[in-house]
């Protein structure tokens, strides 16, 4: 029975020096994500520009800087879409939906500057808005109908104008000529 209990520590101490040696490797051989403290997988950013060619040489460091852009990218627009999906009047506050990542990104000029303004996201809907041409049309409606009220009001009040400068006139002619009229006599 002795050898028996010999063999199995044997077998425990072989066990745990090697799970040692795995750990030690593991401990030794970080992730350059980790390493740098992203999130974003660097190595697959560089595995990706690498296969994209993007230039003939390609440093690791640039795969950190673009993940790190990338990271916060995806960050903010998340921070602006979750304050989108936790207004009052968000049908869901508990979900960030397509919608309004779309409504986050469009609202934002400078998140509109970064990614395009001709992006398009995928189930986002439109954005609300009324073309200026279309405001000025109902404007112009409204206006057209004071103008045609104004050129009436001023055709009146010319016409008006009129009548008593004729009116003028024919007292001129009655006093001009009770005038000869007394002349005569």
Known sequence: MPAKKEETKKKNVTQTQTS?????MKSQKLRISEKVGLIFPVARVLRLMKKKRIADRIS???AIGVAAVLEY??????EMAGDVACQPDSESQHMI???HICLAVKS???MVEAIGSHVII????????IEDVLEKK????KNV??????????QAKEDDDEDEDEEDEEEEDDEEDDEDEETEE
């Open 60 to 62: 690791p460091k640039c």
């Open 138 to 141: 109902k404007r112009r409606s």
């Open 108 to 110: 934002d000029a400078e």
């Open 20 to 24: 040692l040696k795995t750990q030690g």
């Open 97 to 99: 939906k397509p919608r």
């Open 122 to 129: 995928p189930m986002g809907g439109v954005i609300p808005h």
């Open 73 to 78: 990218l995806a960050a903010e627009v998340l």
């Open 145 to 154: 109908n004071k103008a045609t009220e104004n050129l009436k009001d001023d």
